[in-house]
C-alpha cells in the first residue's frame, strides 16, 4: 500500500495468515482478465455475492461477499464489468492452506439479488448504511473475539495488525465521546478523509502514515457519500473501548 498504478487486480503480493486472524494461509488471487476472462457474469456475480468460485470451492470469508450479498444487482454488475477492463497481468498466487474445514465457517449467504435496493440518497443514514456495507468498514472495525469477529462490538475496534514495520490497532468509530468518534464533527471527519487521501501523505512516513486504514480510498468518494457514511455512523450504538493507535 498505497496501490501501484498498473497492478491493480494482480493478487495480493503476500498472504493473509495469522495476523489477520486466519487459521493458514490465504492470498487475495488475481481478478484481472488473465485470470478471469473463461468466468461468464453469472460465475463472476456466484463468487462475489455467494462466495463460491468458478470450480465449485467455497472461498474464505475475508472475501466479504457476505457483505456483497446484500447490494443491487446493478452495483455487482458493474463492478463486474470494471474488473473485465483490468489490464491482464500474467500472475498466479499460491493455492490457500487452511488449517480447518471451509464448513465450519458457516452458512453461505443465498438471497436474491434482485430483491436488493439501493436507499434514496436523500435518506442519509439508510444510504449510508448501504455504502458502509459496501465498502467493508465492520470486517476490520469489529474487535476479534475467540470464535472470529465479535459481532456484539461492531466498529468498535481494537484489532491489532502486525505489519512488517510496525503494528497498528484499528479505531472505535462508535459515537462514544470518551473512546470513539462521538466528539467528531461531520467538517472533522471529512478532513480526515480528504487530509489522508493523497499518495504524497501515505508515502510521507513510510509504514507509519501508511495505516491500513484504506484512507487515500476512501478519501477519493464523493464528499456526499461521506458525509451520508457520517450520518450513519452517528446512529449505532457507542461503545466504550479505549484504542491505543501504535501499540508497542
Ligand atoms: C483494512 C482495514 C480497514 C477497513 C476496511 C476500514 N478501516 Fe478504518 N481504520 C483502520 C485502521 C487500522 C485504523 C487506525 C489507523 C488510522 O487511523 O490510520 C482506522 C481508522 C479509522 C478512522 C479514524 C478514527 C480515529 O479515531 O482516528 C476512521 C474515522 C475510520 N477508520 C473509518 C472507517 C470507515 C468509515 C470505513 C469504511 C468506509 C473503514 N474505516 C474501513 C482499518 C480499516
Known sequence: MPLVPG???????????KAEGIPGEVTPPNITPFALKDWTDEELIR?????????????????????????????????????????????????????????????????????????????????????VNAAVCSE???????????????????FVFETPMFKVAVSNITPDTATGIGGWTEEMFLSKFKNNSSDEVVNKYPGRANTIMPWN??????????????AYLRTVKPIRNKVEKYPK
Open 7 to 17: 497492478t491493480e487486480g494482480g493478487g495480493a503480493g503476500f498472504p493473509f495468515g
Open 47 to 131: 463468487a462475489i455475492t455467494r462466495g463460491v468460485n468458478k470450480k465449485g470451492d467455497t472461498l474464505f470469508p475475508i472475501m466479504p461477499y457476505h457483505h456483497y450479498s446484500k447490494m443491487t444487482k446493478n452495483d455487482i454488475l458493474s463492478i463486474v464489468a470494471y474488473i473485465r477492463s483490468l489490464k491482464p497481468i500474467e500472475r498466479t498466487t499460491a493455492p490457500r492452506k487452511l488449517g480447518i474445514p471451509m464448513s465450519m465457517m458457516g452458512s453461505l449467504p443465498d438471497g436474491n439479488l434482485d430483491n436488493n435496493t439501493m436507499p434514496d440518497p436523500s435518506d442519509k443514514v439508510q444510504y449510508g448504511a448501504y455504502l
Open 140 to 158: 476490520c472495525h469489529t474487535p476479534m473475539g475467540p470464535q472470529g469477529p465479535d459481532r456484539s462490538k461492531v466498529f468498535a475496534g481494537g
Open 217 to 230: 480510498m476512501y478519501g477519493k468518494m464523493k464528499e456526499d457519500d461521506l458525509k451520508a457514511i457520517y
